[in-house]
């Protein structure tokens, strides 16, 4: 463990503020303490940034942009390219971190390094092509087209439960598209933040940016400032519903941009016709991977009556098998919660299962060892129950059971949270209904498979209160740059749009 930390240079007090300058310490910060959630062990402090230190960083970020905005894209691509290179040299050490700071079992923890290396590729095929779109002008030896230019400093408030790979999603994305890019880690997980820093630093560096990447450390203030701060015209925060909606509107307060990935109460349904072994292996892992803490954790299964027996029974048995300890252990599948408030959490959410009229049909037990572990809770629960119109950050699912389609996708709808979903049938027309306008209400719809792994492919996202925002594949590049509309008058007229005549 300690060899981990090592690699990167990883211990004693450490700085999280980095600017041009690279990590200076300012004993006015706030000092934190990384923990390992697999046994507790204090991995290293961090010294947070001061006010002053934060106003540094963000003027240097600036300075940053505006010579970054300048180089052509494809160069800017193959600054990302190389900082994908990077992260394969170190994916092994890196995956480790992860997994020893947040306590997501390893496999997880080199995924999510994995998956900052596929947004990197992603990101440079990116950087050329980002498209504008010519339109026909209506007036004569008129040329009218829109292009794409950069925003600015991007501030990104990332969470403990992802400590890297969002931060790839939006911080490769946008340096592809000429911004610079201001960090915010969790508190929690700084140590994965100041590795991953410290690595693009050095590539910025080496092609003469030394600072376009930026950290800045600390706790809820340091989100407030970068919210209110107009010289960054775009804040890309992922984390509670509660912390979205604070972000969002201070933003929107001044006239900047939020990007918002928020909570997620997400829902399976699972029809008569659907096969199971697939639905039961979906559930499992989506309820139970990350021990709860993701996003696109499954919390909700609406089963319909003719097979919710089986499921249960499935569940069940599945359950019992999930091996629970060390994540760093190749034959672990679920790790700790992070801190010993997550598991305070899941005990109140456990007791009110029985206190609402739901039944515990396995888990629902702390254990007693080093470390915030728990056992994963599978619940029999009804669809009035006030847990399930929550998002409790914790390994608790329910299975609720239906009439019919219909019923489900009432329930299912019924939150104001609304991330990821999916169904699994063997039905064309319960699918295609699933996703259709009146289905899913959803930014991610699924057919038989899970709520939880999405790709990087696809805009990831949500609607109702998981925030609006979209990150990712697809088209979410545009959200890091802003779109001007041009006219070329290439005549010697000059004629008014809409027939006006206005002669002097």
């Known amino acids: 463990m300690h060899e981990v930390l090592k690699s990167f240079g990883l211990e004693g007090e450490l700085s999280g503020g980095c600017g041009t300058a690279g990590f200076l310490s ?3 910060g706030e000092l934190f303490t990384s923990e390992c959630p697999a046994t507790g062990e204090v991995l290293a402090q961090v010294r947070g940034v001061s006010k002053a230190q934060y106003d540094a960083i963000v003027d240097e970020s600036t300075e940053a942009f505006r010579a970054w905005r300048t180089r052509p894209a494809p160069e800017r691509g193959e600054l990302v390219r190389r900082i994908g290179m990077a992260l394969r040299e170190r994916k092994d050490d890196l995956g480790k971190l992860t997994t020893l700071e947040c306590g997501k079992i390893l496999s997880e923890g080199l995924g999510e390094v994995q998956e900052m290396i596929d947004m990197a590729d992603l990101a440079v095929g990116m950087s050329r092509q980002l498209y504008g779109l010519t339109m026909h002008s209506e007036r004569p030896q008129h040329r009218m087209y829109e292009q794409w230019h950069p925003m600015g400093p991007v501030g ?36 994965t ?24 450390v600390g706790a809820r203030d340091i989100g407030e400032a970068m919210a209110q701060d107009r010289r960054l015209p775009i804040v890309s925060a992922t984390g509670s519903c509660r912390m979205g909606r604070s ?3 201070t933003v929107a307060a001044r ?27 979906a559930i499992a892992f989506g309820a139970v991977g990350t021990a ?10 609406f089963a319909q009556s003719g097979i919710v027996g089986e499921l249960c029974e499935r569940l069940t048995k599945a359950y019992g098998s999930v091996p629970i300890g060390d994540p760093l252990d190749s034959g672990t599948l679920m790790g700790p919660l992070i801190d010993a408030d997550a598991v305070a959490i899941y005990e109140k959410v456990v007791a009110r299962v029985p206190e609402e009229g739901g039944e515990i049909l396995h888990g629902g037990k702390t254990l007693d060892r080093a470390g915030h572990y728990v056992e994963p809770a599978l619940c029999r629960s009804k669809a009035d129950m006030p847990l399930l119109k929550e998002e409790n950050f914790v390994p608790v699912l329910h299975v609720v059971e239906v009439k019919d389609l219909d019923e489900a996708m009432s329930h299912h709808n019924a939150v104001d949270q609304g991330l990821s979903s999916a169904i699994f049938t063997d039905s064309v027309r319960s699918a295609e209904r699933f996703l259709s306008a009146a289905g899913s209400d959803c930014g991610i719809a699924n057919v038989n498979i899970g709520t939880s792994g999405a790709e990087i492919g696809g805009a990831f996202g949500g609607e109702k209160d998981t ?8 088209d979410a590049w545009k959200a890091y740059m802003r779109r001007q509309t041009c006219t070329i008058n290439w005549g010697e007229e000059l004629p008014l749009a809409q027939g006006v005549e206005f002669d002097v």
């Open 292 to 301: 709860g803490q993701r996003c696109t954790t499954t919390r909700r299964v």
């Open 156 to 191: 990104v408030i990332s969470a403990f439960n992802f400590p890297v790979a969002v931060w790839a999603w939006n911080a490769f994305v946008a340096a592809a598209c000429g911004d610079s890019v201001i960090w915010k880690p969790s508190e929690k997980t700084p140590l």
């Open 247 to 249: 972000v969002g509107e």
């Open 26 to 28: 300012d004993p006015a």
């Open 193 to 216: 933040a100041i590795a991953v820093t410290q690595l693009c630093r050095e590539v910025a560096a080496d092609m003469g940016h030394p600072g376009l990447f930026t950290l800045t």
């Open 467 to 474: 925030g609006g925002g979209r990150e990712a594949g697809s």
């Open 255 to 281: 006239m900047g941009r939020s990007i918002l990935e928020l909570g997620g109460n997400n829902a399976i349904i699972v029809m008569d016709d659907a096969d199971l072994d697939l639905a039961t292996r």
